[in-house]
Every structure is written in structure tokens, then in C-alpha cells.
């Protein structure tokens, strides 16, 4: 037989038989079988055949005449494996940031009877590998790549191919929600942005708004009126960036001025004398309050054999919208009939007093007279009063001023050029006026402007008479308290309202 030495997968090799008989009658009767050495055989002088696996076969021929003579030749042919071809299609070399790319491998080559049997392994040379005849990829940053893919058959044959492609970063984009508005002084606006960019540069986006702020949402308190423009940047990780501008109208508000309280702020002095010995214990109790609550105790001893007049001071503060009281209790042992009598003396700042008196009596049939309660109320007539009040001006860089008089008479001025540069500032600002009543009605007037023109003003009427002193436009006082501030934490305000009048608040 003649048959080739070599051949490759799934290639047809030509098989020949070489016969010799003795008469060319026999020559035509002859039978050929060739067992190709995988199972299978074939019939005829000449075959083509295709071996599906690498390996060496033995071929056998057995040639059988009409006498069922036979005879049989083998030889060995190699069958030889291909190695397959790589190759991968892609739409294109440059892609942005998080796009899907579709590789595909089936120009990829071998024989057809390894094709359904080769493995395909791809590299994409950011830390990724991936298998199959088509994979799908997203690169999340820019740059250049190289995509390596290789082919391995059945019988481990090899075969690689790789391509570079680009990775382009898109820059982000930010556009301002509102960009152009108008507010007052002491407002606050949060601002806010719509922006994009690819899904992974998205969460790690910068953004610098030009009054030092940063996130996608940012707050700013506006101190003073005038044209605010602004800007916004947003950066990507890698420096790409976008940026979008604003202006805000910023209108001034006039100041606004109110009296609050009406104190009086004073010395009180006990001037004590009487009975007093060797065996006397004699000491005096002093209580201030204030609605019907202690706010203050003193206590002061007559040193015993001391005959002496003694005297002992205080500070007070009492504010007028209040029930005020001073009760002073006589507390003596060892005594039987006696008296102490006692001196207070208000006195006030601006050279102001007067004294009231009481005489502690120790006859046991005059016990009361050892408590002395005293209601202020009917004595602030003859007090020196301090008014106490605030001007809030909202934009908190404003130059405020301010002038108080009573009966005509410039008494006070004011300003707060020495809060402006404190941090903790929040546009209030306090005054107080001590005053001394004339009886009849009295003015206070107080102006005060700010430094871009606004004013206000207000005018309190005090009448005196012999057992009062009255307001007609005294402001409601309140006090706001509130719980700790958290981000998206609902919270309480709560609000402690008084007023002189009794009017209803709103």
C-alpha cells in the first residue's frame, strides 16, 4: 500500500493499495478493507480519510481474492495536531470610561473538530481575566490597555493574540439649580447642583464652591446686602473638571429696636440696733424673691454684747414684670422685752434712694412684728429704673448706631462696632439707660440706623405718680431653646414668652 507518513487533523489523506496477481482476471476480483486504526474502516483500492485527533495510527490493508485468499499489510501514518489561529474583533480602539465593550473571538481558527472543544482566555491588563469565546468588559479608568487573548486547543496547542485599546475619561458636568436669585441679609440658602459623569467617577466627584464651601449641596449666611456672584467646580479623580456661576441679589434690612425689661439695679443696706447683751442672740434672716421663689438668702448675726449699731449691704436686681419681695425675719433668743429696730436703704447708681423702716418688737403679744415683708411693687416709684433693650440688624457685617432720649435730652448713645469682629455675633445688639422718673409722663425715644440707611424707632411712655410707675410699650420678652442640631433630625423649638401687659403673643 502507499500511504502518506504524515497528515494533519482533519485533513484527507489519500490511501492507495498496491496489488500484484498472477492473471488480470483475479486483479479485477480482488477485495480491499483498510482499518484505519480509530475504529472505523473503509472499502476500495483507493480511499481519502480525515483523522479527527493527533496521534500515530496503524492502517492495516487486507486484499481478498474470489478464492477468499487474503493477504494483509500495516503501516503507521502520524497524525499531526493544528495549532489554532487567535484572533478577536472589537467595535472600534477608543471607548469611554464605564462602557461596555464586547470582545469577540469567533475569527479565532482551527480544524472543526477542535473548534468546539478550544478554551479562550482574555487578560484585559487591569487585574481582570476572563474566559470564553465572547467576553464582555468595562474599564473604569482612563487609559491605555492591552487586551491579550489565547487559544488553546485539546491537545494544549497555543496560540495568543493582543490589541491595545483606549480608555478616554469624559468630563463631568454641573449645572447650578437656581443659579440667580434674590435674598435679605442675614438669610441663609443652601445651594444645590445637578451634575454627572460615568457611574465610578460619579461618587468620588470634588466639588469647591467659591465661598469655601464644598459638597454637592452647600450652605452660606449672607452678612450684609450687596451683589454676591459665585461659582461652583466640580472635579473628577483624575482632573477633569466643569464649573457653572451664579449671582445673588442680596437686599438690606433695617435694623429693629425694642425695650425688653424694665429693671431696677441697686445696693440694699440693713442698718440694725436695740437691745443687745452678753446672753442675747439676736440675727436677722433676709430673703429676696422673685414670683413667689427664693432667689437670693442672706443672713447677718448682732455679735452678742455688742451695742453697736451694725450695718450690712447687698446688690439687687429686680425686674418689674414680677411679683418682687424682701421679707426679713428677727430671730433672738433670750429675750424677753425688747425691740430692734431696723433701717433699709435702697440706693441707686445714679445718687438716688430712700430708706424705709421697721422695729422688730420681742413682746410676746406682738410676735408678727418680727417678720418684715416688703412689696417692691409699692415702692418703684421711688426707684431709679434701668430699661434694658436690643437692636437686631440680620446682616451681621452692619455698622449699627443708636441714640436714646428722655424728656428731649440726648442721655445715651450706642453702637456695636466692638461686636462685629466676634465670631459668636448674631446682629443683636443690648443697651441699657438708667432713668429716675419725673412724676407724670415721661419719653424715652431711641433711634438707630445701620450703615446702608436703614432705620427704626421706638418710644416707651413711663407714668409716675405717687404709688406707680407704669409702661405703655414695653416689648414681649422671649427665650428659644432647642434640642441638639443634627443633620435630617427632626427637631423641637421651644419658646418662653412674658410680657409686661399681659397681651396676647404672636
Known sequence: MNIPSMVYEDINATLKANANADTDNDLALLKYIWQLGDGNHL????????????????????IFDDQNALDTSTEFIQVVNVIPTANFNIQGDNFEEDTLIVFNATSSYDTPSDWDRLQFYWKFSDGTVKRGQVAEHIYSESGTYEVSLVVMDDNGAKDKCSRLITIINTPPSINIINPNI???????????????DDPTDFHRLNYNWSFGKDGWEASYLFKDNGIFPYSVSVYDPEGLSAADTGVINISNVPPEVSITSAHTIGNLSIRMTGTTNETVNCYYLIKF???????????????????NEQIESWPFSFDLQNNNYIEITNISTNVIDAANPAWLTFSFADGNSFTLRHIFNHDPEQVDSLNWSINLSDYYHLMSLTLEGSVFDPGLSDLVEGII?????????????????????????????????????????????????????????????????????????????????LEDVNMTFRALTSDWENQSLY
Open 289 to 307: 424673691i422673685e414670683n413667689g421663689e427664693v432667689i437670693a438668702n442672706y443672713s447677718h448675726p448682732r455679735l452678742e454684747g455688742n451695742p
Open 43 to 62: 472499502r476500495g483500492s483507493e480511499v481519502n480519510y480525515s483523522w479527527s485527533n493527533a496521534g500515530e495510527y496503524p492502517v492495516t490493508l487486507t
Open 405 to 485: 432720649t428722655f424728656n428731649g435730652d440726648q442721655v445715651s448713645t450706642f453702637d456695636n462696632t466692638h461686636l462685629l469682629s466676634c465670631p459668636c455675633y448674631s446682629g443683636i445688639t443690648s443697651f441699657s439707660i438708667l432713668l429716675n422718673p419725673d412724676f407724670g409722663t415721661n419719653l424715652v425715644d431711641i433711634s438707630v440706623w445701620d450703615d446702608d440707611g436703614g432705620t427704626d424707632q421706638t418710644k416707651l411712655n413711663l407714668i409716675k405718680d405717687d404709688s406707680q410707675i407704669l409702661f405703655d410699650n414695653l416689648a414681649p420678652q422671649v427665650n428659644l431653646y432647642n434640642d441638639p442640631i
Open 182 to 196: 434674590s435674598l435679605l441679609e442675614g438669610d441663609t440658602h443652601i445651594f444645590n447642583v445637578n451634575s454627572s
